[in-house]
């Protein structure tokens, strides 16, 4: 089945630091793939997505580039703010042969960024 | 533009006893997902539905059921309570078109469940 693999963490990094997040996932289709955030005490917000191979998505200058032959989808900052802390999650979309949208996740990194 | 919203935001419940979440769906959207999240882990998936009927189901037991009514807004009724039942419930709306890979799930806040 369908599986989403993310780095351990907490992942703690000092104001401005440059981030990365792995992210490699398992699909038997052509998934679509998605980083969402979850703030203390929120439900998940959408970061970015990619629909296909190569795709690039950003916001709010996080960046993850849609990687086919290593099945990855790693999330990237340049440079992150205390404002940043917060639980992130890799998830994919595949329909396969059931045409069911539903949505896999990895097991969330947390971000603690220090001023 | 309205987003997803969920009732209540908490609940305690005992062990045994039966509860009903809601949803309501950001306008236009046709579909609704549910999500079980755990402590410390990732959401998983329920059911979801589309157009009042069940499109897809998760690893879960038929206690767990769901509604979604013509206005798209939704129900997860979960019966006979279990402890490991405590969590983050997630409701999550999307537009379902002929292509699967433009959709994209917009979450609500989530109800917090206590079973005790």
């Known amino acids: 089945g369908d599986s989403v693999t993310q780095m351990e963490g907490p992942v703690t990094l000092s104001e401005e630091a440059f981030l990365t997040i792995n992210c490699t996932y398992t699909?038997?289709?052509?998934?679509?793939l998605f980083w969402y955030v979850q703030y203390p005490g929120e439900g998940l917000q959408l970061l970015l997505k990619?629909?296909?191979?190569?795709d690039k998505g950003s916001n709010k200058g996080f960046e993850a580039t849609y990687r086919k032959e290593t099945t990855s989808f790693h999330l990237e900052k340049g440079s992150v703010q205390v404002s940043d802390s917060a639980v992130y999650f890799c998830a994919l979309s595949d329909p396969g042969d059931t045409g069911r949208r539903a949505l896999t996740f990895g097991s969330g990194t947390r971000l603690q960024v220090q001023p | 533009e309205t987003g997803v919203t969920q009732s209540p935001t908490h609940l305690i419940k005992t062990r045994g006893q039966q509860v009903t979440l809601r949803c309501s769906s950001q306008s236009g959207h046709n579909t609704v997902s549910w999500y079980q999240q755990a402590l410390g882990q990732g959401p998983q998936f329920i059911f979801q539905?589309?157009?009042?009927?069940?499109?897809g189901r998760g690893n879960f037991p038929p206690r767990f059921s769901g509604l979604q009514f013509p206005n798209y807004s939704s129900e997860l009724n979960v019966n006979a309570l279990e402890l490991d039942d405590s969590a983050l419930y997630l409701c999550?709306?999307?537009?379902?078109?002929?292509?699967?890979?433009?959709?994209?799930?917009?979450f609500g806040p989530g109800t917090r469940l206590l079973v005790l």
């Open positions: 699909a038997t289709g052509y998934p679509s």
């Open positions: 999550a709306s999307s537009s379902s078109s002929g292509s699967a890979l433009q959709e994209t799930q917009y």
């Open positions: 990619a629909t296909k191979a190569d």
């Open positions: 539905y589309y157009r009042e009927e069940e499109n």
